[in-house]
């Protein structure tokens, strides 16, 4: 049988790498893409012939057509993709700009939606394929300070669970990743942004910022490794789960939410109930 082929976006850094790195290893062809190929292919580091390192942009559809199609004349095939590439913004509503909102949608979900959309006429042709969408368990809950960055993650979350709906006929499926907080450098450079004009009349958000810059990063729970590893055997399993959460704090987090659900359905059933004919 033809080895099979993953196509991972986000790469050259984090949980992204870590994937790469763990799926070479394991023997499988991975088309894998980053803003600047030489990063990429300095952080991989390998001569492999079942490695394709590919630049590209998610803003750009072209770009995103060219590396898909790079990938089937080399591999034949995607059975695989990987929608990792994302950044956090954290600010408040307020304070967070209208081109800054933009461009955490367009990589966040706009770029999602374009990848998926360049990959998804071959998984149709072949009757399979197996998409895993990056979100987190804040597409699940929202707090201070991660109002834009949830909000797309939210959209991820709406939009991969109506497309596991619409594939499943060809016999594709689709897998959404919730991780908790991930020992990589998300909190750092260019995975993590803020607001350029910020303002402190929301003393929640400040301290939110703070927190994460200071005391958050370096000491997250999730293992990257281990993270990778488990998307891995999750595309290896015969079945797969709509939504996969990472973490012990990713756990809590999402049973907070579900709590914070049922307590308010229960509170204002009998209004719910009162506004039918």
Not at 11 to 36: C, D, F, M, P
Request: charged share 20%; with cysteine; aromatic share 10%.
């Amino acid at each position: 049988m033809k080895q099979k082929t993953w196509f991972v976006t986000g790469t050259s850094q984090g949980l992204g790498l870590e994937l790469v790195q763990q799926l070479l290893a394991k023997g499988y062809n991975v088309a894998a893409t980053a803003r600047n190929i030489d990063t990429l292919k300095k952080a991989v580091n390998t001569s492999s012939p079942q490695f394709l390192p590919l630049e590209m942009n998610l803003l750009d559809d072209n770009s995103i057509n060219i590396a898909v199609n790079k990938t089937i004349r080399q591999f034949g095939n995607i059975d695989y993709l990987v929608n990792n590439a994302g950044y956090g913004l954290i600010g408040g509503i307020e304070e967070c700009s209208r081109e800054e909102v933009q461009a955490s949608f367009d990589v966040n979900v706009f770029g999602l939606l374009d990848v998926t959309r360049a990959v998804l006429p071959h998984m149709r042709t072949t009757q399979s394929g197996h998409i895993f969408n990056i979100s987190s368990v804040f597409g699940l809950i929202a707090g201070a300070g991660w109002g834009i960055y949830c909000a797309s993650k939210f959209a991820v979350e709406g939009l991969s669970e109506a497309l596991a709906q619409e594939v499943k006929p060809f016999g594709i499926k689709v897998t959404i990743i919730e991780p908790g907080y991930f020992r990589t450098n998300f909190l750092k450079g260019s995975s993590f942004a803020l607001p350029k004009q910020p303002n402190n009349f929301y003393p929640e958000v400040t301290e939110t910022k703070r927190k994460h810059a200071e005391d958050i990063s370096g000491t997250q729970l999730g293992d990257p490794v281990k993270g990778a590893a488990v998307i891995i055997s999750t595309g290896e399993s015969a079945e797969a789960p709509l939504r996969l959460l990472l973490g012990s704090d990713a756990l809590q987090y999402a049973n907070y939410k579900l709590d914070l659900l049922k307590a308010d359905f229960e509170a204002n059933k009998d209004i719910t109930l009162s506004t039918d004919y």
